[in-house]
Nanobody, 122 residues
Framework: QVHLVESGGGVVQVGGSLRLSCAAS????????MGWFRQAPGKEREFVGG????????SYADSVKGRFFISRDNAKKMVFLQMNGLKPEDTAVYYC???????????????WGQGTQVTVSS
């Protein structure tokens, strides 16, 4: 079995911060790039950011650049999404995913978590 489990979601006011965590059961976690995606009500799933297998490279959607930051701890098999300056439009279910490369395309990822809800109130 392969499991990715997100945590850390919740309700936060505009301008607040949250840190999402994703714990992976992947035996070879360090060989996978990790991505974060989100899906808001009535919208398609979109790329938020990603990090390379060694943590040396990151990529972010323009909408979150400068506000969100991705990091990983390969020893703990975890990846994090630090979200700052949250806006109402950040409200969505956030998913972590594992893939073979750092990519903004959902189809390049092999494993997905169940998601965690982030709600930003105005």
């Amino acid at each position: 079995q392969v499991h990715l489990v997100e945590s850390g979601g919740g309700v936060v006011q505009v301008g607040g911060s949250l840190r999402l965590s994703c714990a992976a059961s992947l035996y070879t976690f360090s060989t996978y790039a990790m991505g974060w995606f989100r899906q808001a009500p009535g919208k398609e799933r979109e790329f938020v950011g990603g990090i390379s297998r060694d943590g040396g490279s990151t990529s972010y959607a323009d909408s979150v650049k400068g506000r969100f930051f991705i990091s990983r701890d390969n020893a703990k098999k975890m990846v994090f999404l630090q979200m700052n300056g949250l806006k109402p439009e950040d409200t969505a279910v956030y998913y972590c995913a594992a893939g073979l490369e750092l990519s903004s395309k959902s189809y390049t990822y092999n494993y997905w978590g169940q998601g965690t809800q982030v709600t930003v109130s105005s």
